[in-house]
């Protein structure tokens, strides 16, 4: 007697996430995304698509997303600490794409904002102040520019001013994916 093994054929827009569960694009309200696929995809993903030079050294760093939203959380109101660490969900799944290319790709944007309030609502995340996180966003931006980006003084729309302290970015994708985990962690036993 031989044992016939199951082979689940998966159609359409679908991928396999590291949870073993997969996701649909075309569905991402039924996907079973766990919080480790979300600190996980968005530590081996690099902020500005790998182009980061640190300010310290002038040499080429890693600078995970998952740390760009710890470090948001830490700068935001306790009410909204939550929102911002995970306001990159949707690029656990989608990526992230730079944002200048992004708004050349209307379809792309659809598709991720769809993404990610899939995955807020997942986690029970209301975005209760959008306008607070693109602020906190944009201050990242400047504090990113400045600490991670050979930038030299040109006009970018936009941006706001950028916090104090200077980013050190984490290189290990596994310790900043740990640090991510820990922040949600400590985020929910709080609120």
């Keep these: 007697m031989t044992q016939t093994a199951h082979i689940r054929r998966i159609v359409g827009p679908t991928i396999l996430l590291g949870s073993g569960t997969y996701f649909d694009f075309q569905n991402p309200e039924a996907a079973e995304l766990t919080i480790e696929d979300v600190a996980y995809s968005l530590s081996f993903q690099s902020r500005f698509t790998g182009h980061c030079v640190s300010r310290r050294t002038g040499k080429r760093v890693y600078y995970p997303i998952s740390q760009h939203c710890v470090i948001m959380a830490h700068y935001a109101a306790p009410e909204h600490k939550l929102a911002a660490l995970m306001h990159e969900v949707g690029e656990a799944t989608c990526g992230d794409m730079n944002a200048p290319l992004k708004a050349e ?50 006009e970018w ?7 104090d302290g200077e980013i050190v970015p984490i290189q290990d994708p596994h310790v900043a994916a740990q640090l991510f985990l820990e922040t949600y962690n400590a985020l929910r036993e709080i609120g």
């Design 105 to 154: 790709c209307p379809d792309y944007k659809r598709i991720e904002k769809r993404c990610e309030a899939a995955g807020l609502k997942r986690f029970g995340i209301t975005m209760s102040n959008p306008g607070y996180i693109k602020l906190l966003d944009m201050r990242m931006l400047a504090t990113e520019r400045r600490d991670l980006m050979l930038w030299h003084g040109e």
């Design 157 to 163: 729309s936009g941006t706001a001013t950028p916090f």
